[in-house]
Each structure stands twice: as structure tokens, then as C-alpha cells.
């Protein structure tokens, strides 16, 4: 960077040595220079003057200033160890050198300007450039000099160096902080005119940053609030530190703007001679502010609505807190006293051990704790209870606190009970659908645990929180249309098929047995009639146990009731499947079989309609005390990242299922695609 050469004066302190070192220098080269001091003082004027001249010697050698004494082809003619320590070489090594070579080389025509206009005008000079030490690291400078000529006709430049490297630096920091700060920073002299307006003035103003500088403050505040305005500013004058306050200002556009004002006051010698200060928008706080209220009244009536019993434990302190819906829930006394034991208290004795068990285990893995339970209120009534609870720990995965909801579910078990007895035949398939059912729930809970969590963080994401919000609202509702629709077509199966066929095998009956003890008696072909129709009553029987659960899981194993549905897939879709197991998995778990056939059965129907694939690879391993299942097509992909983060989910639907079938049976499942790579889904679920 070249500097700019300038005119300087020398009433500065480094300016005062380096005009002692002239007459210092003087003595040193003078050889009749102590002889003159011989001639006109006296022995101990002399030795006082000598140790005056080492002493300033010792200034000039040792301040941390840089001097140094240049002739007009900038070689170097004496330096003191200021200079030395800047260039990071020898002083001796240093004299009779070029100043050049230590002078980064876009900055030498700088340094040969500043000589030139020494000698040329015998006055001094100043100037900026950078200099480079011996490990080529850069500083930038200034040299301040002026000319000098001994008695001998020799002439100088004598030079003051100062590092100016930190200070420019924290100019740049501070212009950057200028220039990209959201808020406003500005410098107001005492008369109240705006001397420096950082450039964001010009979003929340309108105003350029030149348009307001040379303007009175009192200009961009609103009429009503000048008074307040004059009387912060006097407050400051009078050197009094004022706390940061609100006022409205108006924009170009006559627009108001609430704002926050800090300030801070600059002095010089003891006098005030400028106020710097930070005006920052507050439209947005208070918005946030008002969504927040309006989201926590929005939470309030969820809870209160959904009769829902919330409960936190401090576990350092073992401080309880219990929402009032919880002690409705227990018939407990609100102004008696609880502890982290006090629940248990209420929980049917059958149950507690399990409960105990279940919480234990939350804590040792840190998950989330589920359970639904029996409690045996304070009017001695028993009633179910559904709870689910979250573990929060430090980062060395210490627990700390633990909240949670609890909520009724006595009517919907009473119901269930009553289900089980009428339908004692379709006990399986209402097992099934019972677990469905449960998971169903435990998502539900989820989402609300969610939205908890959600509500924490709308400080700083509202805008998230809320397109998670109608995610999840699509996503229940879908939910709830999955199982209305799977209930709908299983009333059509027995009312429509086998209420129909089993009517018309009750009038052939009814027909037979009318015509016994007759001479013209049911005939032959009447009874195999009847006979047909029930063999099709038990083949819609079969097919409708098929749907909800293959036989063949149960009764051949996983491996054969995949390759039985991979066989339907072939036909029906026309892929080409091809299929890699070489187990039976005849000792599973039957939830956890049935969960890696769910997922596989997903997995081949989206790919069958989305995928556009001409042939899938499905793969089944057991591995390390794990299930390792595979789903792989030729397909053309998508953006999975994309779909998760679809506004509505309603993309991700399919994926979550088999994610949550995965979570349910203790393993996880992952889908790995791109657009025109095809897809694989992945799933690990432990069996030992």
C-alpha cells in the first residue's frame, strides 16, 4: 500500500528524543565536541553534561520506539534497538544496509517519495508502508522524519517508526462490525448532530448513511418523544451514565420504529466530547414476544382440554411440581406435600414392581419412559393411567430432571375388555390391531413430548416451530384416516362378504332342516350347496387373517412368509425381486418378525408405485445379535432430506411407519437415495 506523504510536526515526545539523538549523534561524530565542552564548562559541569548524554543515549537506545537515521538512498545510518526489535535483526547487522530491502515492494516507491520530499524541501515528512521481518511476516508503519545536516555538511533523515499494525486492525474490526451489525452505530457531538451513522440506517430508516450525518438527532424522533429524547441527551451532557432506553423514531417513509438506545460517552483532557451509541429494532422482540403469550395460552388449553396430568422432578434437589390436573387425576389434596416417591404411592401394587422396573431402565439406556398402569385413587377408585416421561441430563450424561404427562385411559380399557370378551374369536386380530392401536398412541405422545420441547426453543424459531406444528397435525390426521379406512374395510369384510354368504347359508339350513322326516327331503345337491358356502366363509376367514397377519409368519417362519409376499409382489407388479436369506428365524420374537415383514412389505409397495425400478434386491441376515434387513432398487430416487422436510409430511409418511415399526421392536431404519441413483432401506433391530 502506498502512503500518503505528509508535512509534521515535532511537538510529540518521540520527536523531543529524536531531537537529542541529533545533538548526541553531533557529539559522537564531533571529535572537537568534547573539547568544546573542556573549553567553556568546568570538571563537574562536564561529567554532569556526559552523564546527561548517556542517559538520553539510554532513552533513545531502549524505548520502544523505533529511530533511525537514513541518508537520501534510504541506507541505513544508525538505529536504535526499537528499530532493530521491528525488523527482527542485529543492529549491527542492520547499519550501512538499505532500508529498501526491509520494505514489502508494492511500498518501496512509497519510502523513496518520503525521502525525496525530506531532502528536496529540507522539512519533515510522514508516511505509511509495511515492513517485513526476517520470518516475512508484515507490519504496517509509520515513519514521521524530517531533515537534519551536521557540521560536517552531512545530511540525514532522522525517522521516528511506530507499529501501527494493531491499530489498524482493530479500525478493520470495527468498520466490520460496522458495516455488517444489524443495528444502528452512531456518533452524536455535543450539539446534538449526527456525525457517523453505520450503514444499516439505511434498512431501518431508509436513509443513507451521508443523509443523516451533519442532520440533529432530534430529526428522526418522533414529536411525542423528543422531550424524552432532549432530556437523555442533557443528562449525558452533564457527563451522567444513562441506562439503555426506549423511544420511536420514524423512518423516511414516516414509518414509527420502536427502539432500544445504548450509549456511551467519550472523553478527551477530562471534557465530553462525543456520545457513541447503538440504536437496535425492538418490532421484532415484541412480536415474538406476543407469539410466545399466544403460544403458551395455546399450550395452556391443550393441557387443560386434554385433561392432561403434567409432573417434573428435580433429581439433584427432589423438588416435585404437580400440575393441578395431575392431583384431580390421584384425589389428592393439593396442599399436602409430595416428593419424587409420592406417586408411586398411588400405583396398583400388581403394577408398581413393573413401573418401577420400566423407569429404572429409562434412566440406565437415557430414553423416554412409556407405561400405561392401574392407581388406586385417594377414594380408594382404581383407574388407568397413561404416562410418558423424558430424562434430561448434563453432557456427561448425568441426569438431572425428569417431566412428564400423565392422562386417563380408564374408558378406553374398560372398552377394550369388553372387545376382548365379545370378539373371543378374533382374539389374534384384535391383538393386532390393539398393538396398532398402541403404537398409534405412543406416536400421539410423542408429538405432544415434542411440542413441548418445540415450545422451549420459539424464543429463537417460532417460524420452525409452527411449520413442525402443521407436520405433525398432518400427520395425526393421516394416521387416524389409516386406521378409520382399515376399520372401515374390515366392517365391509364381515358385513358385506360374510354376513351376505353366512345369511345365505342359513337359509339353505333352515330349508334342510324343514325338509327332514319329508318324503321329498333335502336333496343331495341342496346340502353340498351348503357346504360350498361354508368352505367360502372359511376361505374369506382365511383371507381376511391373511391381511392382518400371514399364517405363515407364525406357522413356517420369516423367511418363507417374505419370499410368499415377494412371489405376490412379482406377480402383481411385474418387478423382478430378487431375494438373499439363508435362515429360517423360527426363534424370533413375533413382534419383532412381524415388524421386519411390515417393513419389508412397505418398502417393496412404495418402490412397486414411486420408484419407476425394473428390480429390487431384498436382503435378510442375522449379524452380531441382530436382524439386518435390506431393501435395494434400481429406481429413480429422491431427495430424502427433502421429503423429511416437507411442510405437510405428507411425503414422509410411508418412511416414518417403518422408521416407527423399527423403533417399536428396539432397532432403527434408515433410507439412503438420491435422484437417479435408487434407493435402499435399511433396518438393524436386535434379537438377543
Request: some cysteine; hydrophobic content about 35%.
Amino acid at each position: 500500500m502506498q502512503g500518503k506523504i505528509e508535512t509534521c510536526g515535532y511537538g510529540d515526545p518521540p520527536y523531543y528524543f529524536l531531537t537529542m539523538a541529533h545533538k548526541i549523534d553531533d557529539y559522537r561524530h564531533d571529535d572537537s565536541g568534547l573539547d568544546n565542552i573542556s573549553a567553556h564548562t568546568d570538571r563537574d559541569s562536564k561529567e554532569a553534561l556526559l552523564a546527561r548524554i548517556k542517559e538520553l543515549e539510554d532513552f533513545y537506545d531502549f524505548s520502544p520506539v523505533g529511530y533511525l537515521s537514513l541518508d537520501p538512498n534510504g541506507q541505513i545510518l544508525d538505529l536504535n534497538l526499537g528499530t532493530a526489535l521491528m525488523l527482527e535483526t542485529e543492529r549491527q547487522g542492520l547499519i550501512g544496509g538499505s532500508f529498501y530491502d526491509h520494505i514489502v515492494r508494492d511500498d518501496r516507491d512509497t519510502l523513496y517519495i518520503y525521502l525525496r520530499e525530506t531532502f528536496r524541501h529540507k522539512k519533515g515528512a510522514e508516511c505509511e508502508l509495511r515492513i517485513k521481518n526476517e520470518r516475512r511476516e508484515v507490519k504496517q508503519v509509520t515513519l514521521k522524519g524530517k531533515f537534519h545536516e551536521d557540521h560536517k555538511d552531512r545530511v540525514f533523515c532522522r525517522s521516528v517508526m511506530l507499529d501501527i499494525t494493531e491499530r489498524l486492525h482493530a479500525e478493520e474490526k470495527f468498520r466490520l462490525i460496522a458495516e455488517t451489525s444489524n443495528d444502528v452505530i452512531f456518533e452524536i457531538d455535543r450539539e446534538g448532530i449526527i456525525r457517523y451513522s453505520s450503514p444499516a440506517v439505511e434498512n431501518l430508516f431508509g436513509y443513507m448513511p451521508e443523509e443523516v450525518r451533519g442532520t440533529p438527532f432530534e430529526k428522526y424522533v418522533q414529536a411525542s418523544d423528543v422531550p424524552k429524547a432532549r432530556g437523555v441527551f442533557q443528562e449525558m451532557l452533564s457527563g451522567k451514565k444513562t441506562p439503555p432506553f426506549e423511544i420511536c423514531a420514524v423512518s423516511k417513509s414516516g414509518i414509527p420504529v420502536s427502539l432500544e438506545i445504548g450509549t456511551a460517552l467519550a472523553h478527551s483532557d477530562g471534557e465530553l466530547v462525543a456520545i457513541f451509541g447503538i440504536a437496535r429494532d425492538l418490532t421484532w422482540r415484541r412480536q415474538i414476544q406476543e407469539t410466545l403469550r399466544r403460544n403458551e395460552e395455546h399450550l395452556r388449553l391443550a393441557v387443560e382440554g386434554g385433561q392432561l396430568g403434567t409432573w417434573d422432578i428435580d433429581l439433584i434437589t427432589d423438588e416435585v411440581t404437580w400440575n393441578s390436573i395431575l392431583y384431580g387425576l390421584l384425589g389428592r389434596d393439593p396442599g399436602r406435600p409430595i416428593t419424587g416417591e409420592t406417586f408411586f404411592e398411588y400405583i396398583h401394587p400388581d403394577d408398581l414392581p413393573r413401573v418401577r422396573e420400566r423407569v429404572r431402565e429409562a434412566f440406565r439406556n437415557l430414553t423416554n419412559y412409556v407405561d400405561e398402569f392401574r392407581v388406586i385413587r385417594e377414594d380408594g377408585e382404581v383407574r388407568w393411567l397413561a404416562s410418558f416421561g423424558r430424562i434430561f441430563h448434563h453432557e456427561g450424561e448425568q441426569p438431572i430432571r425428569m417431566s412428564g404427562v400423565n392422562f386417563d385411559i380408564t374408558d378406553a380399557k374398560l372398552l377394550s375388555i369388553k372387545l376382548h370378551e365379545s370378539y373371543k374369536t378374533l382374539e389374534e386380530k384384535v391383538e393386532e390391531r390393539t398393538g396398532e392401536l398402541k403404537r398409534t398412541n405412543e406416536m400421539l405422545l410423542n408429538e405432544v413430548a415434542k411440542r413441548k420441547r418445540y415450545e422451549a426453543d420459539l424464543k429463537a424459531a417460532s417460524e420452525k416451530i409452527l411449520r413442525e406444528s402443521k407436520k405433525r397435525r398432518y400427520l395425526s390426521a393421516r394416521l387416524v384416516e389409516i386406521i378409520e379406512r382399515d376399520r372401515r374395510d374390515m366392517a365391509m369384510y364381515l358385513h358385506d362378504d360374510l354376513g351376505q354368504m353366512l345369511t345365505s347359508l342359513k337359509m339353505d339350513l333352515e330349508l334342510a332342516r324343514d325338509g327332514l322326516g319329508r318324503p321329498d327331503g333335502p336333496s343331495k345337491e341342496m346340502l353340498e350347496r351348503a357346504e360350498a358356502k361354508a368352505l367360502g366363509v372359511m376361505r374369506k376367514v382365511k383371507d381376511i387373517s391373511r391381511d392382518l397377519r400371514p399364517n405363515v409368519l407364525d406357522t413356517l417362519g420369516l423367511d418363507r412368509a417374505l419370499r410368499s409376499l415377494i412371489e405376490n409382489v412379482r406377480m402383481d407388479s411385474g418387478l423382478k425381486v430378487h431375494f438373499h436369506c439363508k435362515d429360517t428365524f423360527k426363534d424370533l420374537d413375533p413382534d419383532k418378525t412381524l415388524a421386519v415383514y411390515r417393513i419389508t412389505q412397505e418398502a417393496l409397495a412404495n418402490m412397486a408405485k414411486y420408484a419407476q425400478a425394473t428390480e429390487v434386491f431384498v436382503s435378510l441376515i442375522r449379524k452380531d445379535g441382530s436382524l439386518r434387513l435390506s431393501v435395494e432398487d434400481n429406481g429413480i430416487g429422491f431427495n430424502v432430506d427433502e421429503i423429511m422436510r416437507s411442510e405437510t409430511g405428507q411425503g414422509a409418511l410411508g418412511i416414518k411407519m417403518m422408521q416407527e415399526r423399527a423403533l417399536l421392536a428396539g432397532g432403527e431404519l434408515t433410507v439412503d437415495s438420491g435422484i437417479g441413483k435408487g434407493t435402499i432401506v435399511s433396518a438393524e433391530i436386535p434379537v438377543e
